[in-house]
T-cell receptor, first 112, second 114 residues
């Protein structure tokens, strides 16, 4: 099955700086890559996603890039704010089943 | 639109007891998922339904876990008997269909086994 690795496991940045979280996947058949934000004790919430026919997608301060050849994708958060502090999970999925294979998560702390 | 509803939010039981969780997906969503999230880890898929049929239950410990989705809407997940290692948050999610669709999660049930 699919194996998703996520790095780093923890990340601290100063408010206003950028944060980058990277994920790699193993199965070249994966073609849908969502990112979820989970605040303590709350549900995972979809913040951005990308499909394999696109190399980059941006939504305000959040962007995701995908390199299909290298089988990795990254989340970029610019101008970070304290409310961005949370655990972020990447996932990979294939059209055939829509099972999500999640990474192990990155705990992001934005220091005011 | 209303989100995915789950109950209860918290449950504390002793080992070897049984417990059941309930999930009501977003209206019109054909696909429903149950995940187990152990503290500090990403969600792990337990079972996936497409309408009222099981698509994938390969990671469901079938000797103690069972799930059903009668009529293709609500779903229940049961654990009997519970073990200490079952302490986790059980998340339900739904998507419009299969095939590269965003999954929407409920708030989860935090289960503690004493």
């Amino acid at each position: 099955g699919e194996n998703v690795e996520q790095h780093p496991s923890t990340l601290s940045v100063q408010e206003g700086d950028s944060a980058v979280i990277k994920c790699t996947y193993s199965d070249s058949a994966s073609n849908y890559f969502p990112w979820y934000k989970q605040e303590l004790g709350k549900r995972p919430q979809l913040i951005i996603d990308i499909r394999s026919n696109v190399g980059e997608k941006k939504d305000q301060r959040i962007a995701v890039t995908l390199n299909k050849t290298a089988k990795h994708f990254s989340l970029h958060i610019t101008e970070t704010q304290p409310e961005d502090s949370a655990v972020y999970f990447c996932a990979a999925s294939m059209n055939t089943g829509n099972q999500f294979y999640f990474g192990t998560g990155t705990s992001l702390t934005v220091i005011p | 639109e209303a989100g995915v509803a789950q109950s209860p939010r918290y449950k504390i039981i002793e080992k070897r007891q049984s417990v059941a969780f309930w999930c009501n997906p977003i209206s019109g969503h054909a696909t429903l998922y149950w995940y187990q999230q152990i503290l500090g880890q990403g969600p792990k898929l337990l079972i996936q339904f497409q309408n009222n049929g099981v698509v994938d239950d390969s990671q469901l410990p079938k000797d103690r876990f069972s799930a059903e989705r009668l009529k293709g809407v609500d779903s229940t997940l049961k654990i009997q008997p519970a073990k200490l290692e079952d302490s986790a948050v059980y998340l339900c999610a739904s998507s419009l269909d299969r095939g590269g669709q965003p999954q929407h999660f409920g708030d989860g049930t935090r289960l503690s086994i004493l």
